[in-house]
């Protein structure tokens, strides 16, 4: 058996102000980014856009790196008072801009799931809530549920999962990937590499 390299944990978070901190913009054009990326080694997330006034006219553009590398737009709508996130997974962000003036403050950040590169999971911990729940990887190629772990109705229990062998595999192809789900889990942790 040789050595293995290049393992990295990752938790699934999110981030409500990563890429942009409390703005009201009065016009059109590109908002100042304070972060890029929203974690090392190629995970994405999807943008979250939180509006505290009426923004439901709004579009905002965001413009980035996807998960296989190549360059991703999405508009993603702003709301009336509260949050709008998009469907794409941005493993880095380039700009940001809005189509007009915001009736309030607008914060953008990341969360909903967490979508891991093509990697193998060796090693996945959580932290169970009240509720039984589960922690799923399912693989964007072809929407199979690669991992599927139920977890105990009992708050605040820790358990690991160790995966035999060299672990599983995210995707079939370096621009595959996969998505995490959580449900009623408290806290997640996946050892990669």
Same mark, same amino acid.
């Given at each position: 058996m040789g050595m293995q390299g290049d393992v990295f944990a990752v938790t699934v @978070?999110?981030?409500?102000?990563?890429?942009?901190?409390?703005? *009201? /913009? +009065?016009g059109a @054009?590109?908002? !100042?980014l304070a972060n890029t990326r929203p974690g090392l080694n190629g995970i994405g997330y999807q943008v979250i856009v939180t509006c505290a006034g009426d923004d439901a006219g709004r +579009?905002?553009?965001? =413009? @980035?790196?996807?998960?296989?590398? &190549? $360059?991703?737009?999405?508009? #993603?709508?702003g709301a009336n008072a509260g949050a709008t996130t998009g469907s794409s997974y941005f $493993?880095? %962000? *380039?700009? #940001?801009?809005?189509?007009d003036a915001t009736d309030g403050a607008v914060t953008i950040g990341y969360g909903g799931n967490?979508?891991? /590169?093509?990697?193998?999971?060796?090693y996945v911990y959580f932290v169970s809530s009240a509720s039984a729940g !589960?922690?799923?990887? !399912?693989?964007?190629?072809d929407s199979a549920a690669i991992l599927s772990i139920p977890t105990p109705a009992? $708050?605040?229990?820790?358990? @690991? %999962?160790?995966? /035999?062998?060299?672990? #599983?595999?995210? $995707?079939? +192809? /370096? +621009?595959?990937?996969?998505? =995490?789900?959580?449900? &009623?889990v408290t806290a997640t942790t996946f050892i990669c590499g």
């Open positions: @978070g999110s981030d409500t102000n990563f890429y942009v901190e409390s703005v *009201t /913009p +009065t @054009g590109a908002l !100042t +579009t905002f553009t965001v =413009v @980035g790196l996807g998960m296989d590398g &190549n $360059a991703l737009t999405e508009d #993603i709508s $493993a880095q %962000i *380039t700009s #940001i801009s809005v189509d967490l979508a891991l /590169p093509k990697t193998r999971v060796k !589960t922690v799923t990887l !399912t693989r964007n190629s009992t $708050a605040n229990t820790t358990d @690991g %999962i160790l995966m /035999p062998g060299d672990g #599983i595999s995210t $995707a079939y +192809t /370096p +621009t595959d990937y996969s998505v =995490v789900t959580l449900s &009623n």
